[in-house]
Structure formats: C-alpha cells, structure tokens
C-alpha cells in the first residue's frame, strides 16, 4: 500500500492518503477482518478500498472527523461483502459453513446512521437494508453522483438508481409508520 502512495505525484495528495491510511487502517482492517474472517483477504480489501478512495479523495474533507470515518467505512465494509459473496460462489459450500457474517456488524450501521440529520431520521434509516442506507448516505450526506456511487461499489448507474428508489420508499414506509410526516 505504501508503494501505492508513494508513486502519487501530488505532495498534498499523497500527505492525505498516507494520513489517511495511518489513522485508520488498523480500524478498517479490523472490520473488514470481522466480515471475511481472512487476514491475507482482509488485507487486500484495505488495499484496494484506498485505491478507490483516492479516486475520490477530494469528497474528504478533514482527516479525523466522523464523516471521514463513516465514508472510508462503508466503503470497506461493501468490499469486504463483495469479497465475501465472489468466495463463496467460488468455493463449495462445505468450507463456506464457518464464514456466515453475525449480525454484530450492524452496529456499525448505528454508528454511520449517527451522523444523519436528526433522530428520527436515524431511527428510520436503522430499520432498512444497511446497503439502502450507505447508498442513501453516499448520495444526500456525501453528494456523490450516481455514477461516483456506482463506481465506488461495483454498481451500474442503473442499479444505483433502482436502490436509491428502493431505499427512498423503505424510508417513507418505515417514516410513515411511525408519524413522521414527509418533507
């Protein structure tokens, strides 16, 4: 990974990738290693989430601040979830019994769910698919296009349209049950 930022041309560029990696790489090891259960897999995750980072680095503002570490989370948490699935379509379901994901990594969810504006919001966005919530965040808190968004998950432009729709009406439905009137 360091020789990756070392071949970064631009001082300020390659200052806030390599503050990047050293603030939190430890912390999104440890994630994507609770998802795959893999150091050498866990690893490569790491590796290749800084890599699409950079590519939209100039969506990070400051180093060390909750948006920063809600960003690079879902990021390394869907990676980690498409190594997860490539696995296990390529491996037999007998080595696959140990590798089912607990619900534990929810709470990260909560913790990204965190920054939306207001409670109720949070309550709401808790309650649906943890991947319609990181799209819908993605798009409205960080104000990524679609395309970036499709670009940072493996998605089409396409699917990333479908799931923000989707996700919109599990907010509404979710919103609506529980009186909160829609803006």
Do not use: W
């Amino acid at each position: 990974m360091l020789s990756f930022i070392l071949t970064i041309e631009d001082v300020k560029k390659r200052d806030k990738m390599e503050d990047l990696y050293i603030t939190y790489r430890k912390e999104l090891f440890y994630i994507s290693y609770q998802i795959l259960h893999s150091y050498h897999d866990a690893e490569d995750v790491i590796q290749n989430a800084f890599i699409k980072i950079y590519k939209h680095l100039d969506k990070i503002g400051e180093i060390k601040c909750k948006k920063t570490r809600a960003y690079l989370v879902i990021v390394v948490r869907n990676l980690s979830f498409d190594r997860y699935n490539e696995k296990k379509r390529i491996m037999p379901t007998e080595f696959t019994d140990g590798l089912e994901i607990d619900d534990t990594s929810l709470s990260l969810d909560e913790h990204v769910l965190n920054l939306e504006r207001g409670k109720e919001l949070a309550e709401a966005l808790s309650k649906i698919n943890s991947g319609y919530a990181d799209i819908l965040s993605l798009r409205y808190y960080y104000e990524m296009s679609l395309t970036e968004i499709g670009d940072l998950l493996n998605l089409s432009t396409d699917n990333v349209c479908v799931k923000i729709h989707r996700a919109k009406a599990a907010l509404k439905k979710i919103l609506s049950e529980g009186g909160v009137t829609n803006e």
